[in-house]
């Protein structure tokens, strides 16, 4: 198995087998203060926030071809992302709009606002069966 992360010094994604080796940069251009990611081996997907000068959420292959940005408008602060395998959606949190949110992974469409809240700082998102978990600063 292999671990993906996000370099935040660097504006990197990166891999590596789960025991450190075979560390690569997968995504080295174009990414500006990448925030989470979340990967889905049988598509062969990597998904991404990113906070920076434009936030946005991109997804490519495992080996960082073919990179599209899935959503780019009404978004600030993308934290967390999550896939829910079974119904192939995309979740992702914003600290900003203080909004959960999910997309189709496949075309980014029929995006729907799962929870809208006030006051909060949304950190991350977790998509297991029918449950949605999330943590607030």
């Known amino acids: ?9 660097f504006n990197l ?3 590596a087998r789960l025991n450190g080796s075979f560390r690569y940069v997968v995504i080295s251009q174009g990414l500006d203060q990448p925030r989470s990611v979340a990967v889905h081996p049988e598509k062969g997907y ?7 000068q434009t936030p946005c959420i991109g997804r490519a292959h495992l080996d960082g071809s073919e990179k599209v940005v899935l959503v ?10 999550s896939i829910d395998y079974e119904e192939n959606k995309l979740y992702w949190c914003d600290a900003r709009t203080d909004k959960i949110e999910r997309i189709d992974l496949e075309s980014g469409g ?5 929870l809208s809240g006030s006051n909060v700082d949304l950190f991350s998102v977790a998509v297991f069966g029918a449950y949605i978990y ?4």
């Open 1 to 9: 198995g292999n671990i993906y992360w996000t370099d935040h010094g």
């Open 13 to 15: 994604v990166e891999v």
């Open 110 to 114: 029929n995006r729907e606002i799962v």
């Open 46 to 52: 990597l998904f991404w926030t990113e906070w920076g």
């Open 72 to 81: 780019s408008l009404g978004i600030a602060w993308p934290n967390g992302i």
């Open 134 to 137: 999330w943590s607030d600063r």
